[in-house]
Nanobody, 124 residues
Framework: QVQLVESGGGLVQAGGSLRLSCAAS????????MGWFRQAPGKEGEFVAT????????DYSDSVKGRFTISRDNAKNTVDLQMNSLKPEDTAVYYC?????????????????WGRGTQVTVSS
């Protein structure tokens, strides 16, 4: 089993940056693809980014491509999401998730473990 805890959320002005971090428990972290999802009030959850188990492959939603970067450190059991050029529409609760496969997907149903989320608010 994997437990995930997100941190790094907060309030930032449009155009600013935030770095989210997700700390994972367990000794098998390097076997899991990791993903970031988000959910804004009144909206469905949305895929943001994913990274393969060995960190060699990443994928992003079109809405964040070129602005967000996902990375991981398997020695530290962490996965980060660097968010630059933030926009008000990026405001959401951001969730970290783990998928027991080598390569992650954009489908939230394929992720087995989830964190509780961290709030990101971007003011205009």
């Amino acid at each position: 089993q994997v437990q995930l805890v997100e941190s790094g959320g907060g309030l930032v002005q449009a155009g600013g940056s935030l770095r989210l971090s997700c700390a994972a428990s367990g000794r098998t972290f390097s076997r899991y693809a990791m993903g970031w999802f988000r959910q804004a009030p009144g909206k469905e959850g949305e895929f943001v980014a994913t990274i393969s188990a060995n960190g060699g492959t990443t994928d992003y939603s079109d809405s964040v491509k070129g602005r967000f970067t996902i990375s991981r450190d398997n020695a530290k059991n962490t996965v980060d999401l660097q968010m630059n050029s933030l926009k008000p529409e990026d405001t959401a609760v951001y969730y970290c998730a783990a998928q027991p496969t080598n390569r992650g997907t954009y489908l939230y149903t394929t992720y087995a473990y989830w964190g509780r989320g961290t709030q990101v608010t971007v003011s205009s």
